[in-house]
C-alpha cells in the first residue's frame, strides 16, 4: 500500500490563478480531510468527506472546493489563488474502528504539499 | 463546535528527564483522544490514542492521561531522547468524523 499519496510537493503560484491539489489513499478508507498548516502553527481543517459523493465544510472552507467522486480520490481546487493560501496542505484518510462503545478515528497523512502565492 | 487548548508552546528538557504536554478540550461529548508527532518538514504521524473509557494509556516511554470531569488530557514521554525532538499535537474527535487539533507543542531534548 502507498498509503495517502499527495501531489504536487511543491507549487507557486501567481496571485488569481487556479490549481488542484491532488490526493489519492489505497487504503479503502471511508473518510478524507484536508488541512492546511501555516507556519509554526497547528492544523485547520477545510474540508471533510465521509465518502464518495458527500463533503462537507471544515473550519476555513473559504476560497477551496473539493469534490469526492470515488472513494480513492480526494481533490482540493483553489479558483483564486491569494497570498493568504500560502500554507502547507496535508490531506489525510481516516477509519473508525470499534471493539467497543468508542470507535477510533486514526488518520493517516500525506506527506503534504508546500503552496507558495506570490 | 470543538476547540482544543494546548500547553505549552515550546518545552525543552534535558535528555532523560520527563516531558508533559497538556491539552484541555470543551466538547464534554469528545471520546476519542489522539496524539501526533511531527519532525520537522514530515507529515504528522499517530503516537498514541486514548478512549473516553479509559483514564490512562501506556506504550514503552510514552503515556497519556484523561480526566473527562475537568476536560483535560496530557502526554508524558519519559526517559526523553534527542530523537523525541519534534512538534507534539493533542487532538479531540468531535461527532463521528472531524478531529480538532491544539496549536501544537515545539519539544527540544537537549543532548
Known amino acids: 500500500n502507498a498509503g495517502v499519496t499527495q501531489t504536487p510537493k511543491f507549487r507557486i503560484l501567481k496571485i488569481g490563478q487556479s490549481m488542484t491539489l491532488q490526493c489519492a489513499q489505497d487504503?479503502?478508507?471511508?473518510?478524507m480531510y484536508w488541512y492546511r498548516q501555516d507556519p509554526g502553527m497547528g492544523l485547520k481543517l477545510i474540508y471533510y468527506?465521509?465518502?464518495?459523493?458527500?463533503?462537507d465544510k471544515g473550519e476555513v472552507p473559504n476560497g477551496y472546493n473539493v469534490s469526492r467522486s470515488t472513494t480513492e480520490d480526494f481533490p482540493l481546487r483553489l479558483e483564486l489563488a491569494a497570498p493568504s493560501q500560502t500554507s502547507v496542505y496535508f490531506c489525510?484518510?481516516?477509519?473508525?474502528?470499534?471493539?467497543?462503545?468508542?470507535?477510533?478515528?486514526?488518520?493517516?497523512f500525506g506527506a503534504g504539499t508546500r503552496l507558495s502565492v506570490l | 463546535g470543538e476547540n482544543v487548548e494546548q500547553h505549552p508552546s515550546t518545552l525543552s528538557v534535558q535528555e532523560g528527564d520527563s516531558a508533559v504536554i497538556k491539552c484541555t478540550y470543551s466538547?464534554?461529548?469528545?471520546?476519542?483522544f489522539p496524539w501526533y508527532k511531527q519532525e520537522l518538514g514530515k507529515r504528522p504521524q499517530l503516537i498514541i490514542d486514548i478512549r473516553s473509557n479509559v483514564g490512562e494509556k501506556k506504550d514503552q516511554r510514552i503515556a497519556v492521561t484523561l480526566n473527562k470531569t475537568a476536560k483535560h488530557f496530557s502526554l508524558h514521554i519519559t526517559e526523553t531522547q534527542p530523537e523525541d525532538s519534534a512538534v507534539y499535537f493533542c487532538?479531540?474527535?468531535?461527532?463521528?468524523?472531524?478531529?480538532?487539533f491544539g496549536t501544537g507543542t515545539k519539544l527540544q531534548v537537549i543532548p
Open positions: 487532538a479531540a474527535r468531535e461527532g463521528y468524523q472531524k478531529v480538532t
Open positions: 487504503m479503502n478508507h471511508n473518510y
Open positions: 466538547d464534554s461529548a469528545s471520546n476519542y
Open positions: 489525510a484518510s481516516s477509519y473508525r474502528t470499534s471493539g467497543g462503545t468508542i470507535a477510533k478515528n486514526i488518520q493517516y
Open positions: 468527506s465521509v465518502g464518495a459523493g458527500i463533503t
